[in-house]
Structure formats: C-alpha cells, structure tokens
C-alpha cells in the first residue's frame, strides 16, 4: 500500500469541487493507475502501458511454465468483486483476472444478500469489505459512487484500491481500456489508432462505455469520432466538451447509413432503456441504428465492428461470421487488460516484463 496519498489532504466537498481534469492525478502512485475509477485518469503512456501488458500477459500465460509464474504474482492478496447492477462479462473476467493471478475472490451480486438489508449504509458496507480484502472491484448504478468509496477508504486506515467496473450511464474505464486494446490489435499493421475514424452508434446518451472510450480516444493523432444516434440519445456535452479541448475531430449525426463507408471501426451499442423514467426510449424506433448483413457490403474491407455487449438486435447475428466483426474477441481482451490493470495496480507490472524478457530471448 501507498503512503503518499493526496486524497488523504481533501475533504470529500473539496474534492467534488474539483473538475474531472484535476481529480486523475489523485488516483495515480508513482505515474500508474492505483483507483481505476474514469477514463479521464488515462494518458497515452498509460493507455500503451496496459495494452503492452496485457500482450505479454497474453503470451506468458500460453505456457505451463508461464501460468504457474502468473499464478504465483498475487497469490498473497484477496479481492471483493461487489457488483451491484447486472453483470456478465465484466464480472467473469474480472474474476478470471483474479484467478489468473492468483488472487482469491469473493463477491456480493445482490445486495439482498448482505447487511444492507438491515438498513446498513453502502459505505460501511464496502469499509467492511476492505477490512477483509485488498482489492475491490465494483459496480454500482450511481454516478460517482466508485470515486466516493476510494476517497472514503483512502481516509480510512485500509486505503485499498477501488476498480469501477461500471457506475451509472457515466463511465466503464476498464471496458475503455480493453476497446484501446481492441483498436490498437486490429490496427497494428495500419499505423495503429492514430488517424482512425470511429463511429458510435445507438444509444450514446446513457451507455457508459461510450463515454468513456471517447474520452480515451482523444489521446490519439488525427482520430475522428462520429456520433450516430437519435437526437434523444445523443452524447452528452461534457464528453464532447472534453474532445473540444483536446482540439480531436467529430461529427454528429443522426444518419448512420452515409458514416458506414467512412469508418475504420464501428461501435455498435443497445438501447439503455432500464435508465427510463417512462419507457420513452423503448416508444423510439431505433431500427435505422442497426447493423445488417447487408451493411456489410458498404464497410471498409479492413474496417471492424466492435460492440461491449450485451446485445439485443442492433448486429445480426448473421454479422459474426464476418471476420470484421471484433465483439467476440473484445470479450476475450478484457480479461487480459484486465489482468494487466491489475498488476499495474499492485505494482507488480515490472516482474512480467521481466519474465517476458527471458521468454522472448
Ligand atoms: C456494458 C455495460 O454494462 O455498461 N456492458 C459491459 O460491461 N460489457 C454495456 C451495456 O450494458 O449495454
């Protein structure tokens, strides 16, 4: 654990006060992600950093050899997966990362479960799971709750590392990081991300890995974003605000057939209608931002077609067949990115690329 902590120095209404931008410096330790809470704490370096990582954690773990040495590298350390919200992928391969490295898991998925039906507050909920684990991994409905937990726990006398694996219709980072892989594999014989159009397409408005994909795309040269959706599921301001700081290119658009040609990638998303207050989003015809066999015919011969799942009838499923279409392989990256953030996290990151080194010799 990490003496030097500055959210030790802040009062929790200090640091709400602080913009987005001056909150990612507070989550790293020595230059690397501890919390892994918004994509915004992720700078080019660090986003090559855990792809790079994820690479070699790819390959060490092809051996018998290899696996035992990964097995060994946190054995010592245990992990709280608290997923409060519906989960398959993110959950199973967080578990899966844990289980590569040997960290031991336990998990509360219904809160029904635990003592927060007795009417104990969330926070002291988690506080107590940090009294038991060392790392905390969590998903949760409301905006900001995971920064809250690793301003409350970095005050507490366990300052473990928080994970956001999703909070609200505001940010994935580690469903982010694992679409950079995703990108950066499919483009590495094309110059890699930089220059690459990316159209986002569905519901923009309220799904959290848009959102936090774009924030990480912006680090990139010459990447253009288009935003395809309804006018009623646009992509918030404040994310666009954060591409127009950082001068990236985008166009917004409710046509999705003329972008097709345009794009190096296509983010297809699903109607986030569980955020309805009045089932307005389900009253929406929604079939003009759905991918087709036919579609197929108009996209780039190299271009791919990314998705974080779970769908509904956004990509036909005649569509995986296709060699372009990258979501089933999107699924298997992010257990090595996750893997990598987490070793990146306990500062173990340096021993794989050691053990990387004299494999490759
Ligand atoms: C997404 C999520 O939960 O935000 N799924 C995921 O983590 N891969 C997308 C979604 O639910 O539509």
Not at 208 to 233: E, I, M, N, Q
Not at 282 to 304: C, E, G, Q
Request: glycine share 4%; aromatic share 10%; proline share 4%.
């Amino acid at each position: 654990m990490y003496r030097d902590n500055p959210l030790k120095q802040l009062s929790w209404e200090d640091y709400q006060k602080l913009s987005v931008n001056e909150r990612a410096p507070l989550f790293l330790r020595n230059e690397k992600p501890y919390h892994a809470l918004f994509a915004q704490q992720y700078n080019r370096p660090i986003v090559e950093r855990v792809c790079e990582l994820a690479t070699r954690i790819r390959k060490i773990a092809k051996t018998r050899g290899g696996m035992r040495f990964l097995q060994d590298l946190l054995a010592e350390k245990r992990a709280m997966l608290y997923f409060s919200q519906p989960s398959t992928r993110t959950f199973l391969s967080f578990y899966a990362s844990c289980q590569i490295l040997g960290i031991k898991t336990a998990e509360v998925r219904d809160t029904a479960t635990s003592s927060e039906i007795k009417g104990e507050s969330q926070e002291d909920s988690v506080r107590t799971f940090s009294s038991y684990f060392d790392l905390l991994i969590m998903r949760h409905p409301t905006k900001g709750f995971a920064e809250r937990i690793a301003w409350l726990l970095s005050n507490s006398e366990r300052p473990v590392p928080v994970m956001n694996a999703g909070s609200g219709a505001d940010q994935h980072p580690t469903q982010a990081l694992l679409d950079m892989y995703t990108l950066q594999r499919s483009f590495e014989k094309r110059g890699g991300i930089d220059g690459k159009h990316i159209a986002f397409v569905g519901d923009l408005a309220r799904g959290r890995t848009v959102r936090s994909l774009a924030a990480l795309l912006r680090h990139f040269d010459g990447v253009k974003a288009y935003f395809v959706a309804p006018d009623a599921l646009q992509i918030g301001s404040d994310i666009l605000q954060v591409l127009d700081e950082a001068g990236m290119e985008y166009e917004v658009t409710t046509e999705f057939q003329p972008v097709i040609p345009q794009a190096d990638a296509i983010y297809m998303t699903r109607i986030q209608d569980e955020w309805d207050q009045a089932q307005e989003s389900r009253l929406l015809d929604t079939s003009n931002y759905h991918f087709t066999v036919d579609d197929l015919a108009k996209l780039k011969s190299d271009a791919i077609i990314m998705h974080p799942l779970p769908r509904r009838s956004e990509i036909d499923p005649e569509v995986d067949r296709d060699p372009r279409a990258m979501y089933w392989r999107q699924v298997r990256n992010g257990m090595w990115v996750r893997t990598a953030l987490i070793c990146t996290t306990f500062d173990r990151d340096n021993e794989v690329d050691r053990y990387y080194e004299d494999l490759i010799r």
